[in-house]
């Protein structure tokens, strides 16, 4: 890598990183990309030759976040000694672990609600790949299991993988929607909803264990 490609890597770290202190502390309406260049210590024409606006430099924030949880996936050691139950919920759950996400509700909220009102933009076709990413990880462990006997034969594991994601991705959409649901109530969904859709899946002698 040329020292040009490592300059252009660092500035966009510097005014991502940059953005995100801003963004959490004064909420995303309330910061001028002015501000985001100034604290990035680049010019604010650096800023704009880099990301178009505040917008892009967010979507861009969110789809790296869950392609950071891609590594956490991608990283989970796998311990057959556990319940199905337990390795499915601790599986799903560690891509919605407060410990893991860098960016806060309402920025999720906001990230979201501008995905969905541009469907075409890159940043939103990139957080969609993440998302797809994420579900195959969760069908690439039920494929697993099932390989190991801990589930079914007769599960279809890329339906049931998809729809544990899915599950779990609706449920933190929702609450990035709510002002009242609080993060313990999303992950005690999270995790109960889970367990009752691996309770259809495994065998009777799992069941029992």
């Known amino acids: 890598m040329g020292l040009r490609e490592e300059q252009k890597i660092e500035r966009t770290q510097r005014i991502l990183d940059a953005a995100a202190?801003?963004?959490?502390?004064?909420?995303?309406?309330?910061?001028?990309a002015e501000k985001i260049a100034e604290e990035a210590r680049v010019s604010v024409g650096t800023l704009y030759n880099y990301f178009p606006g505040k917008?892009?430099?967010?979507?861009t924030l969110i789809a790296a976040?869950?392609?950071?949880?891609?590594?956490?996936?991608?990283?989970?050691?796998?311990?057959?000694?556990?319940?199905?139950?337990?390795?499915?919920?601790e599986f799903v759950q560690q891509y919605?672990?407060?410990?893991?996400?860098?960016?806060?509700?309402?920025?999720?909220?906001?990230?979201?609600a501008i995905s969905f009102a541009d469907v075409t933009s890159k940043e939103a076709r990139r957080l969609r790949v993440s998302d797809r990413a994420l579900g195959e990880q969760v069908i690439d462990l039920a494929n697993v299991l099932q390989s190991m006997?801990?589930?079914?034969?007769d599960v279809d594991?890329?339906?049931?993988?998809?729809?544990?994601?899915?599950?779990?991705n609706m449920l933190f959409l929702d609450f990035t929607r709510s002002e009242n649901?609080?993060?313990?109530?999303?992950?005690?969904?999270?995790?109960?909803?889970?367990?009752?859709?691996?309770c259809l899946a495994i065998p009777p002698k799992e069941a029992n264990r």
Request: charged residues 25%; hydrophobic residues 40%.
């Open 149 to 153: 006997g801990l589930l079914r034969q």
């Open 55 to 59: 917008t892009e430099i967010l979507m």
């Open 21 to 32: 202190e801003l963004f959490g502390r004064d909420g995303f309406d309330h910061v001028k």
């Open 96 to 112: 919605f672990d407060l410990q893991n996400m860098m960016l806060n509700k309402g920025l999720w909220r906001k990230g979201f």
């Open 181 to 198: 649901t609080s993060y313990q109530e999303v992950t005690h969904g999270i995790d109960t909803m889970t367990r009752a859709l691996v």
């Open 65 to 89: 976040e869950n392609e950071r949880l891609e590594d956490i996936g991608r990283a989970y050691v796998l311990d057959v000694t556990k319940p199905v139950a337990d390795i499915l919920s």
């Open 157 to 168: 594991c890329d339906v049931f993988g998809a729809t544990l994601f899915n599950n779990a």
